[in-house]
């Protein structure tokens, strides 16, 4: 298994500023994962964090909005820049262990007010 | 790409009854499917999984079944108890993809006692 550590686990912030969550790993993992869960709904992919390169976004999630850094194999962080309340939402990150076995943070609960 | 669907939405069952959830998905070339439990506040944990050269799994009161052909597959939970009752995502990846999941929308479960 793996332990994540996320933080924050929450904040409340204002419209137009600026988040940063991070993910700690306790041990090197090659693939490292974004998740948004809104409220009473299902997990959707944002990106894929890459080490050593530009994180790879799905449909619909954009780098300058969501820009994300993987320094190295145990880390990485996610920033959700210019904040708006449709913003307000579960931000996971996720590692894959065995190949296919996922294991999630605890989560940061994100409020824009 | 993948596109996974959930059924039902909602699931209230009586204590020592089953509880079946039922998942499509559309990528042929999907080849592992797991389950995740998430209790409220909480972050998601597998619960069971299975992979595309396996028909059934069992794990005492939790059983997948897997059906290549029609690309579905279920979750059955047998003899539920009230500490079964949280939400249940389903998920579709294939290893070509990167390993990372598609969720399904999740199914809201609720064992009275």
Same mark, same amino acid.
């Given at each position: 298994s793996a332990v994540i550590s996320q933080k924050p686990s929450r904040d409340i912030c204002q419209r137009g500023t600026s988040l940063t969550i991070q993910c700690q790993v306790d041990s090197q993992v090659t693939m490292m994962f974004w998740y948004r869960q809104q409220p009473g709904q299902s997990l959707t992919l944002i990106a894929t964090a890459n080490q050593g390169s530009e994180a790879t976004y799905e449909s619909g999630f954009v780098i300058d909005k969501f820009p994300i850094s993987r320094p190295n194999l145990t880390f990485s962080t996610l920033t959700v820049s210019?904040?708006?309340?449709?913003?307000s939402s579960i931000y996971l990150c996720s590692v894959l262990l065995e190949w296919t076995e996922a294991f999630f943070g605890q989560g940061t609960r994100l409020t824009v007010v | 790409g993948e596109n996974v669907e959930q059924h039902p939405s909602t699931l209230s069952v009586q204590e020592g009854d089953s509880a079946v959830i039922k998942c499509t998905y559309s990528?042929? !070339?999907? /080849?592992y499917f797991p389950w995740y439990k998430q209790e409220l506040g909480k972050r998601p944990q597998l619960i069971i999984d299975i992979r595309s050269n396996v028909g059934e799994k069992k794990d005492q009161r939790i059983a997948v079944t897997l059906n290549k052909t029609a690309k579905h597959f279920s979750l059955h939970i047998t $003899?539920?108890?009230? $500490?079964?009752?949280a939400v249940y995502f389903c998920a579709a990846s294939r290893r !070509? !993809?990167? /390993?990372k999941l598609t969720f399904g929308g999740g199914t809201r479960v609720l064992v009275k006692p």
């Open positions: 210019n904040m708006s309340p449709e913003d | 990528d042929s !070339a999907s /080849n $003899e539920t108890q009230p $500490e079964d009752s !070509a !993809a990167g /390993n």
